[in-house]
Nanobody, 122 residues
Framework: VQLQASGGGLVRPGGSLRLSCTASGFTSDDYAIGWFRQAPGKEREGISCISKTGSTLYANSVKGRFAISRDNAKNTLYLQMNSLKPDDTATYYC?????????????????WGQGTLVTVSS
């Protein structure tokens, strides 16, 4: 099982980015799949998840600005990030596990991708 994240970069405040995560070794609807982020000096936090049935979950910090989606045909997960703020600066990780309820507990997550760095700065 592998998760490969991409799409990070430098963006100005108010700008947008779209992250992608390609899954291999399983189909993306076998698991809940989503995103965590970790800023320097802070704990890793779950920010969004999409369940096996397509239900979505967002942290309050990103609700209304970020949108998660999944293309099962491409086995790819996306995170559209709009209205980005400097506080969104972090390394973003895609992850997979049985349930979106696990997103409150990073230590419970079974599968991790490598991170992709998002920097929001003017």
């Amino acid at each position: 099982v592998q998760l490969q994240a991409s799409g990070g970069g430098l963006v100005r405040p108010g700008g947008s980015l779209r992250l992608s995560c390609t899954a291999s070794g399983f189909t993306s609807d076998d698991y809940a799949i989503g995103w965590f982020r970790q800023a320097p000096g802070k704990e890793r936090e779950g920010i969004s998840c999409i369940s096996k049935t397509g239900s979505t979950l967002y942290a309050n910090s990103v609700k209304g600005r970020f949108a998660i989606s999944r293309d099962n045909a491409k086995n790819t997960l996306y995170l559209q990030m709009n209205s980005l703020k400097p506080d969104d600066t972090a390394t973003y990780y895609c992850a997979a596990d049985d349930h979106c309820s696990d997103w409150a507990h990073p230590n419970w997550i079974t599968y991790w991708g490598q991170g992709t760095l998002v920097t929001v700065s003017s």
